[in-house]
């Protein structure tokens, strides 16, 4: 990989740039098409003015630059490094085992560990996707090509529990489901060329700004989305039905970003609890200056803080003081939060004191 820490410095800081470039655009999401419980920033700032008393650590550091992560049910850490062009193991204590390697070029876009056992994500080769299936040892069993819908750009992509994988589109701004075969494929949810924010069903559902989708335990998928100044979280169910989750709007003084999410039936505190709760990965532009954070959404829509919004940074330590620097990746195993970033300490741990 040439010059690994800066080219994932510039990489994350030109990222970081084209989102504050969004705030000159114009809206495209009409507040009165979006169907939420809509958090205020005003109600925000109250929200998460509770602490939780969490502590984060490096796991890896200096490492590969790792973007996707996702977890085992051993606890073992999944990454693609993309700009590296491979894919690794981590243990729990960081030691990282290369498991698959791909020819410059070829860039591994998104990692998900799937119900059945494998491991997929999509290569990107010179916007030709096809779907890697592979095993957990790096065995490539297949790289399925995308039959009978053309996808453009692909953010992400999850995996159902019945093999079923599922590409975010963020260039059409759809959500396209691909038959675990690989051979036959359809969109499941938003239609090319229709870029807002509307709750619906399939074609009649509106998409924008997505970023990560994810296969929930509970059996549907969420996505994040980010544009101008507006982000939040979409549920689709299996026949393409979309809602919206959450969803918060900026202003010229602050705006806020969804980088990734992990969804756990976890409270605050990291106890379990019966529904979906979510961890998020917050980027805050404010005047002169970028924030980041990392905070939990209970099922009610209600927002804390599980570390401090802080000017970008490397601190490790008390959740309060911890500083993040250009967010990528984000998984959840048991009560552990592992955060992937594009700095020379890119692979980060948070756990409950």
Do not use: W
Request: one cysteine or more.
């Amino acid at each position: 990989m040439k010059c690994k820490i800066c080219y994932l410095f510039i990489c994350g800081m030109v990222f970081l740039q084209m989102l504050a470039g969004c705030k000159k655009d114009s809206l495209q999401t009409p507040p009165s098409a979006i169907d939420i419980q809509k958090n205020s920033m005003e109600n925000r700032s109250v929200a998460l003015a509770d602490s939780s008393g969490y502590t984060v650590s490096t796991i890896v550091s200096n490492g590969p630059g790792l973007r996707a992560i996702c977890t085992a049910d051993d606890g073992t850490i999944y990454s693609a490094a993309t700009d590296d062009n491979k894919i690794y193991k981590i243990s729990s204590q960081g030691v990282l085992t290369l498991i698959a390697s791909f020819p410059p070029k070829i860039y591994p876009l998104g990692l998900k560990l799937a119900a059945n056992g494998y491991l997929y994500s999509i290569l990107d080769s010179s916007k030709f996707y096809r779907i890697l299936k592979m095993t957990t040892t790096g065995v490539i069993v297949a790289k399925m090509a995308i039959h009978n819908v053309k996808v453009h750009t692909p953010s992400d992509l999850a995996v159902g529990d019945d093999g079923t994988i599922y590409i975010a589109d963020a260039g059409d701004q759809r959500i396209v489901a691909i038959t675990p075969d690989g051979k036959s494929g359809s969109v499941l949810a938003g239609r090319a060329g229709f870029h807002q924010v509307v709750d619906g069903k399939g074609d009649k559902a509106g998409l924008d700004g997505l970023v990560s989708i994810k296969f929930l335990k509970d059996g549907y998928l969420v996505a994040s989305e980010q544009f101008a100044s507006y982000t939040g979280l979409r549920k689709i169910t299996r026949d393409g039905n979309v809602t919206t989750i959450f969803s918060l709007s900026g202003d010229a003084q602050r705006q806020s970003y969804i980088s990734d999410f992990s969804a756990s039936h976890r409270d605050k505190n990291m106890k379990v609890t019966a529904k979906e709760n979510f961890f998020l990965q917050m980027t805050t532009f404010t005047p002169g200056e970028i924030r980041n954070n990392i905070v939990h959404l209970s099922d009610k829509n209600v927002m804390t803080n599980i570390t401090g919004e802080n000017a970008e940074g490397i601190t490790n330590g008390p959740g309060e003081n911890a500083r993040f620097a250009n967010f990528f990746g984000m998984a959840i195993y048991g009560t552990t939060l592992y955060i992937s970033c594009g700095s020379v300490d890119n692979l980060r741990k948070i756990i409950k004191n």
